[in-house]
C-alpha cells in the first residue's frame, strides 16, 4: 500500500517507525465472477485441475471435496515467494458445518486439503472433464459461483489481529479504554488487514490461532480467502468472516503442503 504519512492519524505518529518497519510484500488478489475459465487457471470455485485418472480428493468420510481457491503460479507477478510454475489448489469440504476445519489439530488435512500439481499440461485431451455435483440446496459451502483472478504485487503494514502485534507494535489493551476504542477503529480503516490475498499478513475476526501455539507461531500466510458479497459475488465464511491457510516458511521453498494450518472464524 503507498502511504503518506503526513495523512496517518495523529494516534499513529508515536508509533511510526514500529509500524513501518513491519511493511511487507503481499500480492493482492481481485476477483470477477467468470463462467469461462479453462481448468488450469487460477480461480476461486468452479471446476479443478484434474488429470485423467487421478482420484478426486475426499474426506476422511468419503465426501467429494470442493475446490475454494486454484493458483497457477505462472500467472503471479514477478516475486520471490512461490514457485515460478505448478498448481497449487485448495480444497475445503462443503458438507461440513465447519467447512472440514478440524479445530483440534488444524493442520490435519481430512476435511481439507492443499495438493500441488509441479507439471502442468494445457492439453484438454489429458484432463478430467468431468466431476461431482455440488447438492446446492443442502451445501453448507462458504462460496457459490466461480471468480477469475487479477493478481497485484502490493505491500502491507501488520494488521492489530495479528498474534505479535502487540510486540511489533504496542499493547492496545493498557491503553484507557476511549483511547483504545479510538486506536483500534482507525488502525482497522487504515492498515486494513481484510481482503483476498496471497502471502502478506492475515485478518481474523477472533483470534489469531498462532498466539497460542509456539510451534507455529513461524507461519506466514499462504493464502488468505474473504467474505465478499458485493457484485455478484457470493462468498460468506459463516458470519461474514474469513479462511485463511499458513506455512512454515522452510515448507514453501521445498513445495511441501502436507502441513498447511487451515483457519477459518466469523462474528
Known amino acids: 500500500m503507498s502511504l503518506n504519512w503526513n495523512d496517518v492519524p495523529e494516534i499513529f505518529q508515536p508509533f511510526k517507525d514500529k509500524i513501518s518497519s513491519t511493511l511487507k510484500s503481499s500480492i493482492e488478489i481481485d476477483i470477477q465472477p467468470e463462467q469461462d475459465l479453462t481448468l ?3 480461480k476461486i470455485g468452479g471446476k479443478p485441475y484434474l488429470s485423467l485418472g487421478q482420484s478426486y480428493p475426499e474426506s476422511a468420510e468419503g465426501e467429494a471435496l470442493q475446490l475454494l481457491a486454484q493458483i497457477n503460479f505462472a500467472e503471479l507477478p514477478e516475486n520471490e515467494v512461490y514457485p515460478k510454475s505448478g498448481l497449487l489448489q485448495f480444497f475445503i469440504n462443503p458438507n461440513d458445518d465447519l467447512y472440514g476445519l478440524n479445530f483440534d489439530d488444524q493442520q490435519k488435512q481430512d476435511g481439507f486439503r492443499v495438493i500441488y500439481i509441479e507439471d502442468v499440461t494445457q492439453d484438454i485431451a489429458q484432463l478430467e472433464q468431468t466431476f461431482p ?15 477469475a483472478i487479477r493478481f497485484q504485487l502490493d505491500q502491507q503494514y501488520i494488521g492489530l489481529s495479528e498474534f505479535n502485534f502487540s510486540e511489533k507494535v504496542t499493547d492496545v ?40 501455539n509456539e510451534k507455529i507461531q513461524d507461519y506466514v500466510l499462504l493464502l488468505q480467502i474473504d467474505t465478499d458479497d458485493s457484485d455478484g459475488k457470493n462468498i460468506m465464511w459463516g458470519d461474514s468472516g474469513v479462511g485463511n491457510f499458513f506455512i512454515h516458511p522452510e515448507d514453501l521453498k521445498k513445495r511441501d503442503f502436507s502441513k498447511v494450518l487451515y483457519n477459518w472464524d466469523c462474528y
Open 40 to 42: 488450469w487457471q487460477s
Open 133 to 147: 455435483t455440488l447438492d446446492s440446496e443442502n451445501t453448507l459451502s462458504p462460496i457459490e459461483g466461480q471468480y
Open 173 to 212: 489493551s493498557t491503553m484507557e479504554d476511549d483511547v483504545a476504542e479510538e486506536f483500534w477503529d482507525e488502525y482497522g480503516e487504515t492498515f486494513s488487514a481484510n481482503g483476498h490475498r496471497l502471502s502478506g499478513y492475515a485478518f481474523f475476526t477472533q483470534t489469531d490461532p498462532r498466539e497460542y
